[in-house]
């Protein structure tokens, strides 16, 4: 008589195993569907603003080109009537902004214009539709095989109300496309279950009811349609398992050399598995040694691109005989930093510059390649004498190069900066800044201009926004210093408190009177006795220029 006997720890854990690789087969299985179809749906996007542009620009020119004998008579006979029905015709089309049909004197025969549409993302109207907005017809007669320019038609779409059009269309198909991929995973879903998850789910009930004492005696089914795959391949390999344990059950008690031959077996499975542990503390010991290779790899590379940041630096060198005494402390959090400043000349004019771009470390000496490449091309290509903008151009610049001026953008990332330019013929020295400001020490007092309280770069930061510039003369003896968030936002103290902007000007104005580098000297000892055991928090520059009085 078979006693039923509850399943073992082991066989629990076997039908555990199955259910969890199922779960994880279809998981995998649904995440590349849903990457599937969102590949497909974007796809389907660009081909739609595709198609939706050439409808558009063919029906403008369609629309210009059926009229066009009316709008040649209009503008020959000069009949105002005549003009007005034609651009009345034209003005029915909804996109349109408006219609103007003038003859060749320049006089306006007819016109007539739509309000502007309204629409959340206008720069994204002119970014996609601006370049097709304009649409311009010649009208001409010919007269004994003279052509004979006698006006002109012109018809402007409005760009706003052709991007709600194009975002009706796609929140559309985003709906459909979102219900084919539901439909999709769906379906995958189904399809692996009845295929992988219900079979294997069966192969490990089955299991579980397999009587340790007698494992020959109730063989696995093979599951239907599944004889040549590697379920089939499971069961038989199982099967063929509990059979064997069967037949050494059997013969147990038969003979006492069987008993030696199985302690023997298990003798040599002991000494193979210590083999086998021995090989993997070898493997374990040669991984670790490529994590010290790989480890001394990053390092050194980290510790080149150090050389490399440095070497973006600008050869503070170059303002000599334009400044009075200059002085630089650029401290990176690690072996890189996001912190980066820059200095030049053009003509009688000295420009300085710091930045605190996002992060710290690798990340953070990323983005100050980014900005001293943009920084760059603005200075020498779009001018240098006003610093706000500068830091206009730099805040677009930055956003266009980091795709952040999209919904859609894939980080947010931006700095903070400080721009000052000290222009020595009329002794004036302009700033504006982002978040930064600019400290100077004059008639024997610390004088503190704030910059604007926003930042550059990132995706809120809006697209045109606008910077005040101050102008401030320069006395003799007066200093300037410009610094980032690094200075003032480290801990410490007898009550573990930030050093604060405070702090730093009562510093500063103790040692204002020394020699540039020497105040650089005791500010930063200042700030390491501040901290005292505290580690280092973020990036540190600081930049003095004494300018030539006038």
């Known amino acids: ?12 854990h076997t039908i555990g195993t199955f259910r969890g690789l199922s779960f994880k087969q279809a998981v995998a299985t649904l995440l590349i569907a849903l990457g599937l179809g969102t590949a497909s749906g974007i796809w389907d996007l660009s081909a739609d603003y595709q198609r939706m542009r050439q409808e558009v620009g063919k029906g403008s020119e369609a629309n210009l080109a059926l009229v066009r004998g009316m709008a ?45 549409g309204t629409t959340a993302f206008p720069g994204l109207a ?28 012109e018809l402007r779409l409005d760009p706003a109300l052709l991007l709600n059009r194009y975002l009706d269309h796609v929140a559309a198909s985003a709906a459909s496309g979102a219900a084919r991929t539901v439909i999709l995973c769906l379906l995958v879903v189904a399809v692996f279950y009845g295929l992988i998850t219900k079979p294997l789910l069966r192969i490990g009930q089955a299991i ?40 050494g059950l059997d013969g147990r008690d038969t003979a006492e050399g069987a008993l030696a031959a199985l302690a023997r077996d298990l003798e040599q499975r002991v000494q193979d598995r210590t083999h086998e542990l021995e090989q993997q503390k070898e493997g374990v010991e040669r991984a670790n040694a490529e994590l010290e290779k790989a480890n001394r790899f990053i390092s050194d590379g980290i510790r080149y691109a150090s050389r490399i940041q440095t070497a973006l630096l600008p050869d503070t060198a170059a303002l000599e005989g334009t400044v009075h005494e200059f002085t630089v402390g650029w401290r990176p959090f690690d072996i890189v930093g996001g912190d980066y400043y820059w200095t030049g000349t053009f003509g009688d004019k000295t420009v300085v510059a710091v930045m605190d771009c996002t992060g710290h470390g690798v990340p953070g000496a990323f983005m100050t390649a980014v900005v001293s490449s943009i920084l760059a091309r603005i200075l020498h290509h779009h001018g240098h004498d006003d610093p706000a903008v500068i ?48 400290m100077m020490w004059s008639d024997n007092q610390i004088k503190v201009i704030r910059g604007d309280r926003r930042s550059l770069g990132y995706r809120d930061s809006p697209p045109d926004a606008t910077f005040a510039c101050h102008e401030v003369p320069i006395l003799p003896g007066a200093t300037f210093y410009l610094y980032t968030d690094g200075l003032i936002d480290h ?24 020699p540039l580098e ?27 220029i004494r300018p030539l009085a006038p």
Not at 72 to 86: Q, T
Not at 208 to 226: M, S
Not at 396 to 424: E, N, T
Not at 492 to 513: D, K, M, V
């Open 1 to 12: 008589m078979n006693v039923s006997v509850p399943p073992s720890a082991s066989q629990v």
């Open 208 to 247: 579980a009811t397999v009587d340790p004492a007698r494992p020959g005696a109730l063989l696995i089914d093979l599951p239907p349609r599944h004889e040549g795959d590697e379920l089939g391949l499971l069961v038989r390999n199982v099967n063929a398992l509990l059979a064997e344990s069967q037949r």
């Open 72 to 116: 040649v008579e209009a503008a020959y006979m000069l009949s105002h009537d005549l003009a007005s029905e034609v651009v009345g015709g034209l003005a029915l089309d909804p996109m349109v902004a408006e219609v103007r049909l003038t003859d060749n004197f320049g006089d306006v025969l007819g016109q007539a214009s739509h309000p502007p």
């Open 518 to 544: 020497e105040q650089k000297e005791k500010l930063f000892a200042t700030l390491d006795a501040w901290r005292g055991d505290q580690p280092c928090r973020d990036d540190m520059t600081f930049i003095a």
């Open 391 to 438: 830091l206009a151009l730099l805040n677009f610049l930055v956003k266009s190069a980091l795709r952040q001026d999209r919904a859609d953008a894939p980080a947010d990332d931006g700095l903070d900066a400080a721009i000052c330019v000290f222009d020595r013929e009329r002794a004036v020295a302009t700033f504006a800044g982002a978040n930064l400001p600019l």
């Open 491 to 514: 801990m410490g103290g007898p009550n573990h408190r930030l050093f604060g902007r405070r702090r730093l000007q009562e510093a500063l104005s103790g040692i204002a009177h020394l």
């Open 126 to 153: 002119q970014r996609l539709f601006g370049d097709m907005a304009q649409h311009s017809l010649p009208l001409q007669t010919r007269i004994k095989e003279a052509a004979s320019d006698v006006g002109k038609l």
